[in-house]
T-cell receptor
């Protein structure tokens, strides 16, 4: 399967700081998704992007679908302790296949 | 309702056992998926079903056998597994890829499988 490169691998930030992470691929995707996963649980959808250049917000989260269709970023503003977890990007190709990025582990220090 | 339900939540099985994982969704999604996730790694795609037919098998060993009895249910039959098959097994569903919006995948909570 395909693997998407996600960076940074981990982040340690103070509560209230903003966070930025991104995802790149060698392949084109027609949908980009961002998920958060807590230990022992399934991934929970945060934001979905469907069109190149699209910028979408969900509360303190903002994500963009890159114009080349090979990348996406996620920003979290004013982080809070419950933002702790692993964040995954995922790309959907023209088939029904979703492939995941390598993940970003976020730690928020109160 | 965006719920995908997986049972059991935890499963311990011996290498000679036969067991099944179950997944159910009632969102009317016609694409369903099995993923395998090892600790500290991203989910890896195993199988994709589209309209109850197996459309993608990502070179998964035959000791894993998927089945889609109807549009709401997805099973994963397990036989003669190895200890390295221990992982979190995730089920997901989505609308068929129409090229439009609302084609995101929703995941269940997973089954934590331990092979002893």
């Amino acid at each position: 399967g395909q693997q998407l490169n996600q960076s940074p691998q981990s982040m340690f930030i103070q509560e209230g700081e903003d966070v930025s992470m991104n995802c790149t691929s060698s392949s084109i995707f027609n949908t980009w998704l961002w998920y958060k996963q807590d230990p022992g649980e399934g991934p929970v959808l945060l934001i979905a992007l469907y069109k190149a250049g699209e910028l979408t917000s969900n509360g303190r989260l903002t994500a963009q679908f890159g114009i080349t269709r090979k990348d996406s970023f996620l920003n979290i503003s004013a982080s809070i302790p419950s933002d702790v977890g692993i964040y995954f990007c995922a790309g959907r190709n023209t088939g029904n296949q979703f492939y995941f990025g390598t993940g970003t582990s976020l730690t928020v220090i109160p | 309702d965006t719920e995908v339900t997986q049972t059991p939540k935890h499963l311990v099985m011996g290498m000679t056992n036969k067991k099944s994982l179950k997944c159910e969704q009632h969102m009317g999604h016609r694409a369903m998926y099995w993923y395998k996730q090892k600790a500290k790694k991203p989910p890896e795609l195993m199988f994709v079903y589209s309209y109850e037919k197996l459309s993608i098998n990502e070179s998964v060993p035959s000791r894993f056998s998927p089945e889609c009895p109807n549009s709401s249910l997805l099973n994963l039959h397990l036989h003669a597994l190895q200890p390295e098959d221990s992982a979190l097994y995730l089920c997901a569903s989505s609308q068929e890829n129409s090229g439009g919006r609302n084609t995101e995948a929703f995941f269940g909570q997973g089954t934590r499988l331990t092979v002893v």
